[in-house]
Nanobody, 116 residues
Framework: QVQLVESGGGLVQPGGSLRLSCAAS????????MGWYRQAPGKQRELVAD???????NYADSVKGRFTISRDNAKDTVALQMNSLKPEDTAVYYC??????????WGQGTQVTVSS
């Protein structure tokens, strides 16, 4: 049973920073791609950023230059450093792990609220 456990969400003022972390456990096959998605109330879940096992990154246009994704393949962890946060970044953030030949796994989600 694969588990993705997220941490690091919370309340922050506009312009502030947060760091999200996600650790995968229980996987018996190699994780190819790890990423972060978010879902705001009334909106669809959207990709924020992802990173391949080889370190190739991909970001949503709305977070480019503000967010940085990183991963540790040996530990099966992924992190998202979020700087210059805006109210529109408020959402539940979900960790995602993709494999070859197996459906992806999701974390339980962590709330990020950007408000003064």
């Amino acid at each position: 049973q694969v588990q993705l456990v997220e941490s690091g969400g919370g309340l922050v003022q506009p312009g502030g920073s947060l760091r999200l972390s996600c650790a995968a456990s229980g996987t018996s096959i190699r994780i190819y791609n790890m990423g972060w998605y978010r879902q705001a109330p009334g909106k669809q879940r959207e990709l924020v950023a992802d990173i391949t096992r080889g370190g190739i990154t991909n970001y949503a246009d709305s977070v480019k230059g503000r967010f940085t994704i990183s991963r540790d393949n040996a530990k099966d962890t992924v992190a998202l450093q979020m700087n210059s946060l805006k109210p529109e970044d408020t959402a539940v953030y979900y960790c995602n792990a993709k494999y070859i030949g197996k459906s992806s796994d999701w974390g339980q989600g962590t709330q990020v609220t950007v408000s003064s």
